[in-house]
């Protein structure tokens, strides 16, 4: 029954791994609720100071939240059931339950992209927020966003205005609309998508939410677009979150000079994607989702038009030039590396660019640690990036 998830989820003090121990334990949140004292001190990984806190039988505040749910029109998704995304189910501490208003996408079939940036923001940010937000919604793509003043409201006003879907998370009840300006643009969202949080109806959007809500936009989504962000910014939190899930990570370019584009300009120093337009972000998800993502315009603002010219006579063709010889590579000792980066660069050919999940299946590492490994290479002079998320080696091994 919903109140044993509810029940559970708002357990007092007890912590989401915690939670998650208890139920794979025990299968449902009515055993876990109907379980004694000995049980519960029998689940693995759950100390027994936390599952003591089980032993709190009150029912009322899910009595409460139902009723509320049901007053709002909101309804409630677990973990366990089958629309829950499996992109978020798989993350770490992935939460229990979801306050759902609005029609759900099936998220793992979606190319899904974060768009965050700081609330702060300039009318560059707000500018590129809203382009890009519309971009990505009209290439096929779902824009995932906080609802947060600044970038994000503006990510989302484009992809609405573009005819796209938004799944804005929340960082309080969804009936609780933060920042109070936002009311016609929650409204709108989920009209035309859906709001979605971990947090009960009349939670308060409590600072120490936010960060935690985080890693629920990132869950849902094949990548993070970071649009701007100063040095010390939420946003880099997302992004973070991100990498550490396995997710994709691009940014927008800044003056170099410009105090709120510090933190996109470190993030594409240290391997983040550029995203200038929002193909630079789809054309690496396309073969992944070829039924969903096209480009919006048919061809790039660069590409002249094709014209007739007049014919010339036939010229005797001039032989083709020697192909130039490949410099020669930089020799790198091993004892430098790590045991990741000596992995990554027995695979990778100074010719012939690989794809980071070809990387990931030949060398057996998480993608996290790829990530971070090529990223640190990369820094290093060792390895090339090049379009696509794809890797060439530039340096030779040894002893």
């Known amino acids: 029954m919903l109140k044993y998830w509810v029940w559970l989820a708002e357990l007092p003090r007890l912590k989401g791994p915690f939670r998650l121990a208890l139920l794979r334990h025990f299968g449902s949140?009515?055993?876990?609720?109907?379980?004694?004292?000995?049980?519960?001190?029998?689940?693995?990984?759950?100390?027994?100071?936390?599952?003591?806190?089980?032993?709190?039988?009150?029912?009322?505040a899910a009595d409460r939240i139902l009723a509320d749910c049901q007053r709002l029109g909101q309804r409630i998704l677990t973990i366990q059931d089958a629309e829950y995304p499996q992109r978020l189910r798989n993350i770490f501490d992935p939460p229990l339950?979801?306050?759902?208003?609005?029609?759900?996408?099936?998220?793992?079939?979606?190319?899904?992209?974060?768009?965050?940036?700081?609330?702060?923001?300039?009318?560059?940010?707000?500018?590129?927020g809203e382009r890009l937000g519309?971009?990505?919604?009209?290439?096929?793509?779902?824009?995932?966003?906080?609802?947060?003043?600044?970038?994000?409201?503006?990510?989302?006003?484009?992809?609405?205005?573009?005819?796209?879907?938004?799944?804005?998370?929340?960082?309080?009840g969804l009936d609780v609309v933060y920042p109070p300006e936002n009311g016609d643009l929650y409204a709108d969202v989920a009209a035309r998508g859906v709001l979605l949080s971990e947090y009960p109806p009349g939670s308060p959007p409590d600072k120490a939410h936010f960060p935690v809500r985080n890693r629920i936009m990132s869950g849902l989504?094949?990548?993070a677009l970071v649009v701007e962000a100063p040095g010390h910014s939420g946003a880099l939190i997302t992004a973070r979150l991100a990498l550490e899930q396995?997710?994709?990570?691009?940014?927008?370019?800044?003056?170099?000079?410009?105090?709120?584009?510090?933190?996109?300009?470190?993030?594409?120093?240290?391997?983040?994607?550029l995203a200038a337009e929002g193909w630079d972000i789809l054309r690496d998800f396309q073969e992944r989702f070829?039924?969903?993502?096209?480009?919006?315009?048919?061809?790039?603002?660069?590409?002249?038009?094709?014209?007739?010219?007049?014919?010339?006579?036939?010229?005797?063709?001039?032989?083709a030039p020697e192909p130039e010889k490949a410099p020669a590579l930089r020799a790198v000792s091993r004892e430098g590396l790590t045991d990741d980066q000596i992995a990554l660069l027995g695979v990778l050919e100074p010719e012939g660019p690989?794809?980071?999940?070809?990387?990931?299946?030949?060398?057996?590492?998480?993608?996290?640690?790829?990530s971070s490994a090529l990223t640190m290479l990369e820094i290093d002079g060792c390895v090339r990036q090049h379009d696509g998320k794809r890797y060439?080696?530039?340096?030779?091994?040894?002893?």
């Open 29 to 60: 949140p009515e055993d876990i609720f109907f379980a004694d004292r000995e049980e519960l001190l029998l689940a693995e990984d759950v100390p027994p100071g936390q599952a003591e806190l089980a032993l709190n039988r009150d029912l009322s």
């Open 221 to 223: 989504s094949v990548a």
């Open 290 to 319: 070829p039924e969903k993502l096209r480009p919006a315009r048919k061809l790039p603002a660069w590409t002249p038009l094709p014209t007739r010219r007049r014919a010339e006579p036939r010229r005797k063709p001039e032989p």
């Open 392 to 399: 060439t080696r530039t340096v030779a091994l040894t002893e």
């Open 134 to 172: 519309r971009e990505l919604a009209a290439s096929g793509a779902v824009v995932v966003t906080g609802l947060a003043r600044g970038v994000d409201s503006a990510a989302a006003r484009g992809a609405l205005r573009a005819g796209g879907s938004v799944v804005g998370v929340t960082g309080g």
């Open 354 to 370: 690989v794809q980071v999940d070809d990387l990931i299946e030949s060398t057996g590492i998480p993608a996290r640690r790829v």
């Open 97 to 128: 339950v979801l306050y759902v208003k609005g029609r759900m996408p099936v998220m793992d079939e979606e190319a899904a992209i974060a768009v965050v940036g700081t609330r702060e923001c300039t009318p560059y940010g707000t500018a590129c």
């Open 246 to 273: 396995g997710r994709e990570v691009y940014a927008v370019p800044g003056p170099i000079d410009a105090p709120d584009s510090v933190g996109c300009n470190r993030l594409i120093r240290d391997g983040a994607g």
